[in-house]
């Protein structure tokens, strides 16, 4: 990992983000692009409705530049290869960049068709899912091409398995999920971004374990640009990233896993996403089979809590601690795993 690169990069996506805050927010504002709240979401949310929405923009412009300018960075120190290995692992890092933004432009279609018919409700779930499908199987294309084939998945301490064809099959519904599971995250003040800056610092260490100097990157500028968007995003919000930013986080997410090929201990640090994920699962599973009756208060499970009483920073703080435990138990996994 180039430590220098990486915090350079960090540096700049981190301090675009917060400053682009003065200009995107009174931008949003002027043209009107404001939340709008649903009638089924908790009461007090509808407070929010008009907040400055698409809000993502400024960590993935961040994000980009900063990106950019560490992999310039990281050439000119020589720490990058564009043969053999070294290629291929600047085509994973450049498609993890690339998936993830292609993401965040589904979600901005989503906000914008939402801002604009003064609705909670954008493309419709059939629309997305094509889209998304699209966009993975662009990705893994672009994997195929540079060279990376494999089709083997690691498990920690008890060897590897080789899936052939149905890697991509699987992965593939494991991308769908936790894209969506990130975009479900994002309901309260702060949430989705605390959540996603553990987790791309545990992707840091796990890069490390892995010598992935070009993914590091690609962890670092994510999760700064997600630190600087909570200068704005943490409650009470001024600014919400929207799907657009929830969708690019989303890509990231599955990028660092799957790029690295950590797609088991992906799983286990993004606990807090897949909860809330299953929560909505369970919930409308068992609205179906009870004809009508309810297993919890409200889904995603973070608004259950709020129904409890908790207050949002008391919601970000216990959810993030979770997610923080998840992540050292994945790297904790691995670490010893490889020993």
Known sequence: MN???????????????ALLGFVAIPALKRLKFGQTILDIGPAWHKSKEGTP???????IAGSIIAFVTGIIIMWLNGAISFEATGSVKFVKAVSAIVMAVCFGFIGFVDDFIKVKKKRNEGLTPIQKIIMQVLVIAAFFTSRIISGDTSTVISFPFLGQLDLWCFYYIIMGLGILYLVN????????????SSVTVIYCAAYLVICSFVDFGEMSLVAAVAGAGCLGFLVWNFHPAKVMMGDTGSMFLGGIVTALGIGTGTEFIMVICSAIYIWEALSVLIQ?????????????????????FEIRGWKEVKIVAVFSALELLACCVGIALLYFGML
């Open 3 to 17: 430590i220098p690169a990486t915090v350079i990069a960090a540096l700049i996506s981190f301090g675009i983000t």
């Open 53 to 59: 929405t698409m809000g993502g923009v400024m960590f």
């Open 181 to 192: 599971a990130v975009n479900l995250t994002d309901g309260v003040d702060g949430l989705c």
């Open 284 to 304: 409308m599973t068992y609205f179906k089979i009870t004809h009508g009756k309810r297993l919890f208060k409200m889904t995603p499970i973070h608004h259950s």
